[in-house]
């Protein structure tokens, strides 16, 4: 009888953005079923921390600086990644993000930017690595990271949350074009998550002890607005990402996971300081 299971022993993963926050997350975990991992982050420092840490975990990584909005740039680290393990079985376009601001205020060089982080980026890494998966003949999964701001109203971050809803959609899709070669496609959709990015730490260092972390006033307003009461952790992408990748998920495509606390199911309702649901705003 054919049993699948979560291993990922002998798979060859790309992570783009896997320097820092949820791609590191899920790089580590991979790593620790059992895959290759290709580390593609534009901060080579990040990619290096990465890598490493892979290696001390007695997992193989290869890291690759990569700025995913750069089409030569993704093509030359997907053809690296191709000839440094020989196979590529597994995609994960996690790179993305944005600061908020009305698009009111908003350039056109702003859009162009946001855009081509959180749309254009995927459309090259995908197109490039589409090639290796179908020659590879061994089916493959592709996850794209988009976010609850992909199916909600996105206030302040209007062109960010049309690029997460062109991310689920081209999911779909794409599903259906690469469905004849067992490359499932499905996306993650995370609500509020804390990483170094929430607080346009992109820069910043690679100790992760020294990411920002949330008061304690901040997270009990969190609490009343997330139905599990937390924000998100980055290793529960990762877990997700590990299923959506594994033999578990092999009938699952097309589709998408909110990791999200129950964030997209409460749609407006929110707990007021008593811990009572109300859809009034008597907080
Ligand atoms: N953190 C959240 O609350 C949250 C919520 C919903 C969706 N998301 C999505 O999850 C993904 C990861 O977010 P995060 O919070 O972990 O971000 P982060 O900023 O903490 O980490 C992003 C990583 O991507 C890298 N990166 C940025 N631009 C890049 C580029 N052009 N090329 C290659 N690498 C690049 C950065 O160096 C960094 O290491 C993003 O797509 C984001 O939109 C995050």
Redesign the pocket.
């Given at each position: 009888m054919h049993v699948p299971d979560i291993s990922l022993k002998g798979k060859v993963a790309i992570v783009?953005?896997?320097?820092?926050?949820?791609?590191?997350a899920i790089a580590l975990a991979y790593a620790s079923v059992g895959a290759h991992l290709v580390i593609?982050?534009?901060?080579a420092q990040?990619c290096e921390e990465v890598a490493g840490r892979i290696d001390e975990l007695d997992g193989e990584a290869f890291a690759v600086p990569?700025?995913?909005?750069d089409t030569d740039q993704v093509r030359a680290m997907v053809d690296s990644a191709r000839a440094h393990f020989g196979r590529i079985d597994i995609l994960v376009n996690?790179?993305?993000?944005?600061v908020a601001k009305a698009f009111k205020d908003q350039s056109e060089h702003a859009w162009q930017r946001i855009i081509d982080?959180?749309l254009m980026?995927m459309l090259a890494t995908t197109s490039a690595t589409i090639p290796h998966l179908i020659e590879g003949g061994n089916g493959g999964a592709i996850i794209n990271?988009?976010?609850?701001?992909g199916s909600r109203a996105a206030p302040n971050f209007a062109v960010?949350g049309a690029c997460?809803a062109g991310m689920l959609n081209f999911t779909r899709s794409m599903a259906l074009e690469l469905a004849e070669y067992g490359i499932r496609v499905n996306a993650i959709?995370?609500?509020?998550?804390?990483?170094?990015?929430?607080r346009g730490?992109?820069k910043g260092p690679v100790d992760p002890a020294s990411w920002w972390q949330p008061s304690e006033e901040h997270l009990a307003a969190t609490a009343r607005r997330i139905p599990l009461g937390r924000?998100?952790l980055?290793t529960e992408?990762g877990n997700v990402a590990v299923f959506l990748a594994s033999g578990m998920s092999e009938y699952v495509t097309g589709t998408v996971i909110p990791v999200d606390g129950g964030s997209w199911a409460s749609s407006g309702w929110l707990r007021n300081r008593a811990g009572q649901w109300t859809l009034t705003g008597d907080l």
């Open positions: 783009t953005g896997a320097g820092g926050g949820i791609g590191r593609a982050d534009k901060i990040r990569c700025d995913v909005t996690n790179a993305g993000g944005v982080l959180n980026s990271i988009s976010s609850i701001e960010y997460k959709a995370p609500d509020y998550t804390i990483t170094p990015g929430l730490n992109v924000p998100g980055d992408c």
